[in-house]
């Protein structure tokens, strides 16, 4: 099939969009890709929206006009596209994120929002969207999606592999010489950084790690945070965008300067992501770093330091590590097409291997 992912994801920074030729199972002409930013109004009501989600309703005013605007970029990111497809992949943006947490009986919750009939109805196209519902109704984390995607695009790469994302939350894929799949979420990312760099330098985020480079982490801030059960706890394991605030006031962050703050949360990240590694069967041969933050070399520097394996930017295997989670959105939305499982006992803690997404468009 002929399919666009488009992935609107926890940095709030824009749409990612990606042409991809396949038919889930593996993938043959890969097309162009792009990013339309938010515009900055876009992107404050988002992340107002994020803050407000657990209080508010499917029918809420200000959900409805955030809601008009993201699905208008999405259609303009289809056209930008320019290619002809049959099938969109459309995550919508995540604005909560609860699922079912281990030892409690609470049923698991996740939103993605975005007007999948009118991008539809606007496009032409059938649209497969609310990919992590099923999982989450069934126990699921309902996150990370991807990672089945990581495999077919690392078939022919040595394993083990760890393929990290570094986007506003870290995810990581483990990959055994077996084929066997083991995915979570490490920690926050680019998330508390960039709130961190719009406070301190009114910037969206902290570009080219200027302002983590010139500080020093503080290892008082950090001690607590490297005691958060969220480190020890084994996978399955997703985070809400926000999961980390309480912690990170509760560290005394705030108290330092601007650039220890960043090299701080810059640690940090690299921290969870050490622990995560601890989580694995056995060491990967090599981490492969996908996602906005392997555009920090801060971040970089740390993750080397951190692990014991080569760390290197997924570019080194040939793809392209701004568009992978719009193209494997592209997988997903065919999977959805046929049917097959999105999710795994070893991606998302679900029951079995999971079919979800629904399907809406004119090829139904
Ligand atoms: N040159 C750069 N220097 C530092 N950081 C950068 C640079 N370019 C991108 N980033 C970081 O990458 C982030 C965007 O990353 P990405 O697009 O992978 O996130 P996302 O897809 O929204 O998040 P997620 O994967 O959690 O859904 C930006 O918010 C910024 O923090
Ligand atoms: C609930 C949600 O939207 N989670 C995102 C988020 O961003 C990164 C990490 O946390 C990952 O678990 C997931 O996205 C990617 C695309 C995934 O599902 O694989």
Same mark, same amino acid.
């Given at each position: 099939?002929? @399919? ?13 969009? *990606? ?7 593996? !993938?043959?002409?890969? %097309? ?15 992340? @107002? ?6 209080? !508010? %309703?499917?029918?809420?005013? #200000? ?17 930008? !596209? ?11 943006? /995540? ?13 698991? $919750? /996740? ?19 609310? #990919? ?9 984390? %309902? ?15 040595? &394993? ?23 995915? #979570?979420? /490490? ?49 399955? &394991? ?5 999961? #980390?605030?309480?912690?990170? &006031? ?26 995560? *590694?601890?989580? $694995?069967?056995?060491? +990967? ?16 520097? *740390? ?7 080569? =760390?290197?930017? =997924? ?10 989670? *719009? ?8 999977? =959805? ?7 795994? +006992?070893? /991606? ?17």
């Amino acid at each position: 099939m002929r @399919t666009i992912g488009l992935m609107s994801g926890t940095s709030l920074d824009g749409v990612d969009a *990606a042409w991809v030729e396949t038919d889930g199972e593996a !993938i043959g002409r890969l %097309g162009p890709v792009l990013t339309l930013p938010y515009a900055p109004a876009l992107r404050r009501d988002l992340r @107002t929206l994020l803050d407000r989600a657990a209080e !508010i %309703g499917p029918e809420d005013p #200000f959900l409805a006009h955030c809601v008009a605007r993201l699905t208008e970029r999405h259609v303009e990111a289809v056209r930008a !596209i320019g290619w002809p497809a049959d099938l969109i992949g459309f995550h919508g943006q /995540t604005i909560l994120h609860r699922p079912q947490r281990p030892g409690s009986n609470a049923a698991g $919750f /996740t939103w993605q929002v975005g007007d999948a009939a009118r991008l539809a109805r606007e496009t032409g196209m059938t649209v497969a969207h609310d #990919f992590r519902a099923a999982d989450v109704a069934a126990g699921g984390q %309902g996150a990370p999606l991807v990672p089945v995607v990581h495999a077919v695009m690392a078939a022919r790469l040595p &394993k083990p592999l760890a393929i990290l994302n570094l986007g506003g939350v870290a995810n990581v894929t483990w990959i055994g010489a077996d084929g066997r799949l083991i995915a #979570f979420d /490490t920690g926050p990312a680019n998330g508390p950084l960039d709130d961190w760099a719009r406070l301190a330098t009114g910037e969206a985020y902290d570009r080219d790690g200027r302002l983590a480079l010139a500080g020093q982490a503080d290892g008082g801030v950090l001690a607590p945070l490297m005691a958060h059960p969220w480190l020890a706890a084994p996978p399955p &394991k997703s985070l809400d965008r926000l999961d #980390f605030d309480r912690a990170l &006031k509760d560290s005394g962050a705030a108290a330092l300067s601007p650039a220890d703050g960043a090299a701080t949360l810059v640690a940090f990240c690299a921290i969870c992501v050490a622990a995560a *590694a601890r989580h $694995f069967p056995e060491p +990967p041969v090599q981490w492969l770093v996908a996602g906005g933050g392997r555009r920090n070399p801060a971040l970089m520097r *740390a993750l080397g330091a951190a692990l014991a394996e080569p =760390v290197r930017a =997924v570019e080194v295997a040939g793809w392209n590590g701004d568009a992978l989670e *719009a193209q494997a959105f592209g997988v997903l939305a065919a999977r =959805v097409w046929r049917g097959l499982p999105l999710t795994f +006992p070893g /991606t998302t803690g679900a029951p079995g291997s999971m079919p979800g997404g629904r399907l809406v468009g004119p090829l139904l």
